[in-house]
């Protein structure tokens, strides 16, 4: 197994224990997004609610973020229009992306879906290229399916 990997399953168990007890859609993805963050020193890493057939901007870490992005648009727009996972090994070659900040060189963005619909996406950036794999879609996806169970959503 990878280090990589032995983190990320250290990093679920982590927030398995945070959403336990705690009720609040908003503490829970700011602590997700703080714990991914600080544990593998991403660049950015926060959420964008579906809010008036926009993304708007929710908690993150890292500096300030583009507020709002349309359907289709970007790298996030795309991941739910598309409903999946996006891995983008150099952003400056994505058709369209949007760029909230010129230190960012790659991206991945996980959509949480709740009965069939997008509530939300995790985007996360690295100032480094192809910093993303499998092994960060594997575990990305399993921790916003611990997000989509509990139904966390902008209130």
């Not at 714990?35 to 950015?44: D, I, K, P, Q, R």
């Not at 507020?67 to 150099?90: E, H, S």
Request: aromatic content about 10%; glycine content about 6%; some cysteine.
């Amino acid at each position: 197994m990878s280090s990589k990997a032995a983190t990320y399953q250290t990093v679920v168990k982590q927030i398995q224990a945070l959403l336990q007890d705690e009720t609040d859609s908003i503490a829970n993805l700011a602590n997700i997004a703080a714990v991914l963050h600080t544990t593998f020193g991403f660049w950015w890493t926060g959420f964008y609610f579906v809010k008036n057939n926009e993304l708007v901007l929710g908690p993150f870490q890292g500096p300030v973020a583009c507020t709002r992005i349309g359907f289709g648009k970007g790298v996030c727009g795309t991941a739910w229009q598309q409903k999946q996972t996006i891995v983008v090994p150099d952003v400056h070659q994505f058709p369209g992306h949007i760029a909230c900040s010129a230190a960012s060189n790659s991206e991945i963005v996980v959509p949480v879906i709740v009965n069939n619909v997008v509530t939300m996406v995790l985007d996360i950036d690295s100032t480094d290229f192809a910093c993303f794999d499998d092994t960060d879609k594997q575990y990305l996806e399993e921790i916003v399916e611990l997000i989509a169970q509990k139904k966390l959503a902008f209130a």
